[in-house]
């Protein structure tokens, strides 16, 4: 028998509300590309106008056939190793054989996935530092007192001074003959991790000392003890403001990160864009609109996967979805 959807359900499906909630972005995104449509054609430079969306799309598509000819590129190369190898043992079964890494040049992908790699390692270190230093500092005010002015004076340097400081360092400490990882994602990775945690720290610290003090009864009521009382009532009652905390941070190492690829030319989306500055076709100015659309996207999503993350874990499903 075929199943009647209710005429009400279909009604709340097409509500005045989801309608709305739907287009306005929209009506926000399209208003957006016709003023930078109109206003681009205006800006001239030594280049040329300043692209406009149809040609930082046309660009877009050249970058990921450039990608896709790389790879065909890599494939081919790792091919003919594999048959040259192939051949060399069927004439000497002895024979010693290897496979050269491939070199090509990192596209403008690889370098995407080069930045998220490092901002994801910067920003779990911080993570890591920073929340347990949260605690400590809100379950105790007299350190909370010693340490604040530490923290007002490091938070807002910027990685413009911090760079040349964790190059010199990183250079001078990490010196080994195979290292585990290269010095320039060691030296991004520490400029983010020094840049970003700041507001996880004052954020979880803030947390923990406004718990609620009828938390800290019960807590003493049961005995809880070190860590138990961290885990069951510290933790679910500072959720909210340490992930507010996370999520400022998250959005910290991600700017933190592409200016510091760009000053110290390490890999990453930095590099790119700097490299498309200093090459200066007439294809540049296209290709860096490219890269600043895509970080701000990228900026955007990481920012809502922590959103829903808060929203997981945390007893407050709402969130803040501004």
């Excluded at 983010?192 to 947390?207: D, E, F, Q, R, Y």
């Excluded at 510091?260 to 490299?275: H, I, R, S, T």
């Excluded at 296209?286 to 809502?304: K, P, S």
Aim: glycine share 6%; with cysteine.
């Amino acid at each position: 028998m075929m199943n009647i959807i209710p005429l009400s359900r279909l009604s709340g499906l097409a509500s005045p509300r989801r309608l709305s909630r739907a287009l306005i972005p929209m009506l926000g995104i399209t208003g957006f590309l016709l003023i930078w449509h109109l206003l681009a054609a205006q800006v001239t430079t030594s280049l040329g106008t300043l692209p406009g969306p149809v040609q930082t799309g046309q660009q877009l598509v050249n970058l990921v056939q450039e990608h896709q000819a790389e790879r065909s590129r890599e494939r081919a190369f790792y091919d003919r190793q594999i048959a040259r190898n192939l051949t060399i043992k069927a004439e000497n079964p002895d024979a010693q054989v290897r496979i050269r890494a491939f070199t090509g040049r990192p596209t403008f992908f690889d370098q995407i996935l080069t930045s998220l790699k490092t901002v994801a390692a910067g920003f779990l270190l911080a993570m890591v530092i920073a929340i347990p230093a949260g605690i400590a500092l809100g379950l105790n005010k007299n350190l909370y007192q010693a340490m604040n002015p530490v923290v007002q004076l490091l938070k807002p340097v910027s990685p413009l001074a911090w760079l040349p400081l964790v190059t010199i360092v990183v250079s001078a400490l990490y010196v080994t003959p195979e290292p585990l990882v290269s010095k320039s994602f060691l030296i991004s990775l520490v400029t983010v991790t020094l840049c970003s945690l700041w507001p996880t720290l004052i954020n979880t610290a803030v947390g923990v000392a406004g718990m609620d003090k009828d938390l800290v009864n019960v807590s003493k009521m049961l005995r809880l003890r070190g860590l138990t009382h961290v885990r069951q009532i510290v933790l679910p009652s500072a959720i909210p403001m340490i992930f507010t905390g996370l999520r400022l941070s998250l959005g910290v190492a991600w700017m933190v990160l592409i200016a510091a690829e760009m000053l110290a030319q390490n890999p990453g989306l930095g590099k790119f864009v700097w490299d498309e500055f200093q090459n200066g076709s007439s294809d540049s100015m296209a290709r860096i609109m490219v890269a600043v659309v895509v970080i701000g996207l990228i900026g955007y999503l990481l920012d809502r996967l922590m959103l829903a993350l808060q929203q997981q874990l945390s007893w407050d499903k709402t969130g803040n979805h501004r």
